[in-house]
C-alpha cells in the first residue's frame, strides 16, 4: 500500500503543475499549440529528451537487455545519442527558421508548402497517426504492467484475480486520464513544464535505482561476474559454449518430458509402476518444480520405455510446449522429427498457461502476505497468479535457444533513431524554441542524457538474468520482459524506495506520452480541420476546444487498443519507430534536395508505408521479436525501397517552381 500512496501523491503534483501551467494560457490556439514560441534552452532540451525517452527506453531496454543481453545498448542507445543530436542540428534548426519565418505548426504544413501539394495531408495524417498510436500504445500498456506489478498485495480483499494489486486495466486508464488532464488544460506549455519535472525525477530516481540494485547485488563487478559465470552470452554478441552446451542438455530433457506426457495421458502407451516410479525418485537428485514427471520421463528414456511414432513425438512437443496444433497436421511432420526451431513457428495458443497454472497450483495461491499454514510460518506465503504462471513456464515449456545476434542486425539498427527526424511531436517541440541558439544544449547534451539512462536500464536488465535473493534464482524461464524492471525494483527495495522509483519510471513514460496527445490533437485542428473547413470560419477558442476532443479520442482509441493482446514494449517500439524511419528520406529529402518533387514525396511515402506494413504482417504483428528480412533488420529494407522510390520518381517529373525554390532557399 505504501508504494501505492507514492504514486497517488506523485501523480497529484503532477496534475496540480499542469493545472497551474493552464493559468497562463493565453487562450489562443497558437499559445495552446506551441507555447508561443517561448521555451529556452534549458526547457527545449528536458522536453526533447523527455519525449524521446519513453517506456521504450526504460521498460523496454531492461526487458531487451534480460532477453538478448548486453548488445541492446550498442544496437540502439549508442546510435540514438549521436543521431538523434545530428538530426536536431541536420533538421530541428532550418525546420524551426521556417516554421518561424511562414507560421508552420505541424509537419504538414511545411510539406504543403515545400511540395506545393494540397494533398499531401490527405495521405500524411492518417499515416503519421497510425504510426503514432502504437507509439502511444507502448506507454500506455507499460505504465499498466508497472503499477499492477509493483502493488501486488496492496488489497486485503480486493483485486484478486490481479494478486491484489491494481489490474493494468486500471492503472493504463489512470494513467492515461492524468496525462489527459494536464494536456487538455496545459497545452504546449503544461506539457513542457511537465516534461522537465519528468524528466529530471526519472533522472534521479534512475540512478538512485541503479545504485541500490547494484549494491544489493553485491556491486557491479559482482552482478557482473554472476552474469558471466551464469549467462556468458548475455555479456557478448556470439554464443558462450557453455550457454550451448546447457541448453543442448535442458531442451534434451524437456523433450523427455514432452514425450512422457504424452504417452501417458494422451496416447495411454506408458504407464510406471509404483516400484519403477521409487527407483526413478532415488535416482533423481535435483529437486526443482515438477521434478518428479522429469526423474519418471528420465527413467522411461534410460529403459526404453517410449513407443511413439515421429508424429506422435511431433505432436507432444507441440502440446508440451502449449502451441497450437496445426489442422490437418502437415505430411512432413508425420516423418520427420520436428527442431525447435521448427516447433517456434507455431504460435503458442493465448493464455493456456494462465488457464493451466491456476488449475494445477491452486492449492497454492492466494493473498501474498499470507502464510501457507498460519501455524507453521516456516512454509512460507501464498503464491501470486504471475508467480504460479512463472512455475508452470519454468517447468513446462522449452528452454529458450540462445542466439548470437548478427553484424548485419547489429548495423541495421543504426536505421532505427532515423525515426526522430519524422517525429511529429518532435517537429512540434523544434517550433517552440525562442531561437535558433537555444537548439545548442539539446545539440550537445543529449547523448549524454541518454547515455546516463540507458547504461543503468541495460545493465539492470542484463543483471536480472542471473540475480539470485536468498541463493534462489529472481526470475524463473519465459519470464516476461515487460515485468522485469518494476519486479526488480520491488524484490530488491524498500516500499518507500520502491513507490519513489517506480514514480521515476511512470514520469519516463508520461513525458512522451502527453506530447504525442497533444501533437495528434494539434495536426487534426490544423492540417484537417481549420485546413480544408477554412481558416476564418472558426474561433480560436473553437479551434483549441476541436484539438481537446480529438485529443480525448486518441486516448480512449489508444486505450482501447492496450486492453488486447499485449506485445513486447521493446519489439513494438521498433516497430513504430521503423515506420518513422522509413518516411526519413522525405524529410530530409525535403529540407537539402531541391530537386524533389510532389511525385516523388508521394511515391516514397507510399512505398515506405506498403512496406512497413508488409513486413509487420509477415513479422506476426511483432509477435516475432526476432523476425529479420534478407538477415536485417525490415528497417533498412523500408528506407532502401523509399528513397530509391522517391528519387526515381522525382528525377522524371517537373521539379517545384521558382517560386517555391526562393521562399524556401533564397539565397540561391
Known amino acids: 500500500m505504501t508504494q501505492l500512496v507514492i504514486i497517488g501523491i506523485y501523480l497529484g503534483m503532477l496534475l496540480c503543475l499542469g493545472l497551474f501551467s493552464s493559468r497562463l494560457f493565453k487562450g489562443t490556439s497558437k499559445d495552446y499549440m506551441l507555447a508561443s514560441h517561448s521555451i529556452g534552452p534549458f526547457l527545449l532540451l528536458m522536453s526533447i529528451f523527455g519525449t524521446t525517452m519513453t517506456a521504450f527506453a526504460l521498460v523496454g531496454s531492461s526487458g531487451e537487455a534480460y532477453k538478448e543481453g548486453v548488445g541492446v545498448y ?18 530541428g534548426i532550418k525546420l524551426w527558421s521556417w516554421g ?27 499515416v503519421l497517426v497510425g504510426l503514432v498510436i502504437p507509439y502511444l500504445l507502448i506507454g500506455v500498456m507499460a505504465s499498466g504492467v508497472v503499477i499492477s ?26 494513467i492515461s486520464m492524468v496525462v489527459l488532464i494536464y494536456v487538455f488544460f496545459g497545452g504546449m506549455r503544461g506539457t513542457a513544464w511537465a516534461n522537465t519535472f519528468q524528466t529530471i525525477v526519472f533522472m534521479i530516481l534512475g540512478v538512485v535505482t541503479f545504485v541500490v540494485i547494484s549494491n544489493k547485488l553485491g556491486g557491479l563487478e559482482a552482478a557482473s561476474n554472476a552474469v558471466l559465470e551464469k549467462n556468458p552470452s548475455k555479456l557478448m554478441r556470439d554464443v558462450a559454449p557453455s550457454d550451448i552446451e546447457r541448453y543442448a542438455k535442458s531442451y534434451k530433457s524437456w523433450e523427455l518430458m514432452a514425450k512422457y506426457n504424452y504417452a501417458t495421458r494422451i496416447a495411454k502407451t506408458l504407464t510406471l509402476t509404483p516400484d519403477q516410479k521409487a527407483e526413478a525418485y532415488k535416482a533423481f537428485k535435483p529437486r526443482m518444480p515438477n521434478w518428479q514427471t522429469k526423474a519418471e520421463s528420465l527413467f522411461a528414456a534410460k529403459n526404453k520405455l517410449y513407443d511413439l511414432t515421429n508424429e506422435e513425438t511431433n505432436k507432444a512437443l507441440l502440446k508440451q510446449d502449449d502451441r497450437v496444433m ?78 548470437p545476434m548478427s553484424k548485419l542486425v547489429f548495423l541495421t539498427y543504426f536505421f532505427v533513431p532515423l525515426s526522430v527526424g519524422m517525429f511529429p511531436h518532435l517537429f512540434q517541440h523544434w517550433l517552440t524554441a525562442r531561437s535558433a541558439a537555444t537548439f545548442k544544449l539539446p545539440v550537445v547534451a543529449h547523448p549524454l542524457f541518454i ?112 486492453l488486447l493482446e499485449p506485445r513486447r514494449v521493446f519489439t513494438l517500439g521498433v516497430w513504430c519507430f521503423s515506420g518513422f524511419s522509413s518516411l526519413f528520406p522525405i524529410i530530409f529529402a525535403a529540407v537539402y534536395w531541391k530537386k524533389l518533387t510532389k ?60 517560386e517555391t525554390m526562393a521562399r524556401f532557399y533564397p539565397e540561391d
Open 326 to 403: 496445426p489442422d490437418p497436421f502437415p505430411e512432413n511432420w508425420k516423418t520427420e522429427l520436428m527442431t525447435h526451431h521448427d516447433l517456434k513457428e507455431y504460435p503458442r495458443k493465448s493464455n493456456a498457461e494462465k488457464e493451466k497454472a491456476l488449475l494445477i497450483f491452486a492449492g497454492k495461491i492466494g493473498h501474498p502476505e499470507k502464510d501457507f499454514d498460519p501455524n507453521d510460518p516456516s512454509k512460507g506465503k501464498k503464491w501470486t497468479i504471475k508467480k504460479a504462471i512463472g512455475v508452470y513456464r519454468a517447468s513446462n515449456w522449452a528452454p529458450d535457444a540462445p542466439h
Open 100 to 126: 518561424h519565418k511562414h507560421g508552420y505548426t505541424t509537419q504538414i504544413q511545411f510539406f504543403r508548402d515545400r511540395l506545393e501539394s494540397d494533398r499531401i495531408g490527405i495521405i500524411l495524417f492518417p
Open 599 to 658: 511525385a516523388g514525396a508521394y511515391a516514397g511515402i507510399l512505398v515506405a508505408i506498403g512496406s512497413w506494413l508488409y513486413l509487420f504482417r509477415e513479422a506476426g504483428y511483432a509477435l516475432k521479436p526476432n523476425y529479420t528480412f534478407l538477415g536485417m533488420m525490415p528497417v533498412a529494407t523500408m528506407v532502401v525501397c523509399s528513397a530509391v522510390a522517391m528519387i526515381l520518381v522525382s528525377l522524371i517529373t517537373k521539379p517545384p517552381s521558382k
Open 149 to 174: 506489478s509493483i502493488t501486488e498485495g496492496a488489497f486485503e480483499s480486493s483485486f484478486a484475480a490481479y494478486d491484489y494489486g491494481i489490474p493494468p486495466w486500471l492503472g493504463s486508464l489512470v
Open 74 to 91: 550498442g544496437m540502439l542507445a549508442s546510435s540514438s545519442g549521436i543521431i538523434h543530436s545530428l538530426c536536431f542540428f541536420l533538421l
Open 451 to 562: 547515455m546516463i539512462v540507458w547504461v543503468p536500464c541495460v545493465l539492470v536488465g542484463v543483471w536480472a538474468t542471473s540475480a539470485t535473493l536468498n541463493g534462489i534464482p529472481m526470475f524463473p524461464p519465459h519470464f516476461p520482459a515487460n515485468a522485469v524492471l518494476a519486479a526488480m525494483v520491488k524484490k530488491m527495495t524498500s516500499p518507500v524506495l520502491a513507490g519513489f522509483l517506480t514514480a521515476g519510471i511512470l514520469a519516463a513514460i508520461m513525458s512522451s506520452l502527453d506530447s504525442q496527445f497533444l501533437c495528434l490533437g494539434t495536426m487534426f485542428t490544423e492540417d484537417i480541420v481549420v485546413h480544408y473547413g477554412g481558416k476564418d470560419r472558426f474561433t480560436d477558442q473553437q479551434v483549441v476546444l476541436m484539438a481537446r476532443l480529438f485529443i480525448i479520442l486518441i486516448v480512449a482509441i489508444t486505450y482501447g487498443f492496450s
